[in-house]
């Protein structure tokens, strides 16, 4: 087994009341970047890594609408379902892994080691 492969990690980072909904809370954790969780108005969670893939805007200040949110700097619509900016905008958002279990929203972070 390589040992280099990372293996996720649930790592529990708020409650979902925590969240309003179309609003986001920016996640920071050891050794990694600051990640964006946002909470869509049917209450879908989605968590990107807190940077537009244009300029590098915090997407976590952006407006949230279905499940997309424009980034402040420049106006960038990214998909939260996959990251991707929509067109005619190309780039992508890294998107982590996240779900919700008993009302609280868990990320999977990677495992250093």
């Known amino acids: 087994m390589n040992a280099s492969i990372s293996t996720p990690v649930w790592t529990a980072v708020c409650q979902l009341d925590d969240i309003p909904r179309l609003g986001a ?38 407006l949230v609408h279905g499940h997309s949110v424009s980034c402040p700097l420049h106006g960038w619509n990214i998909n939260l379902e996959d990251g991707q900016a929509q067109a005619p905008d ?22 250093q080691g």
């Open 25 to 62: 809370r920016v996640v920071h954790h050891e050794g990694g970047e600051p990640v964006a969780v946002f909470r869509a108005s049917d209450d879908h969670v989605f968590a990107v890594i807190d940077r537009c893939p244009h300029k590098g805007g915090p997407l976590s200040a952006g």
């Open 90 to 111: 190309q780039g992508c958002a890294h998107k982590l892994a996240v779900r919700v279990e008993a009302g609280q929203i868990l990320l999977a972070l990677s495992a």
